[in-house]
């Protein structure tokens, strides 16, 4: 029987699925694509392969995600700052 509780996100994650759960449980709004992209110049959060099929772990997800994907100096973190800032400016010029 079960209590209605959610499941769990696997512990492996392929690319799609590993985008879907940075999006959903950090906010950070990433697409598969941007962690292709990421995954081939040597950033982001580190994979592990399984023949040709990359897989990251949810404990690894979590950690880049606290420790470097929310930090000042990110790409990402930057990136938000900025269309914030765009949009408050927009918003008080109106």
């Not at 590993?18 to 990421?38: D, F, I, P, Q, V």
């Not at 880049?64 to 990110?74: G, H, I, K, P, S």
Request: contains cysteine.
């Amino acid at each position: 029987m079960q209590t209605g509780t959610q499941d769990a996100p696997p512990v492996r994650m392929r690319t799609e699925a590993a985008a879907e759960y940075l999006s959903s449980s950090h906010g950070l709004g990433l697409e598969a694509k941007t962690l292709r992209n990421w995954r081939a110049q040597g950033r982001g959060p580190r994979c592990r392969y399984l023949g040709i099929h990359p897989l990251y772990d949810r404990d690894e997800l979590d950690r880049w995600a606290r420790e470097e994907a929310l930090t000042d100096t990110n790409p990402i973190s930057a990136g938000r700052r900025a269309r914030r800032a765009q949009k408050l400016a927009e918003a008080a010029a109106a």
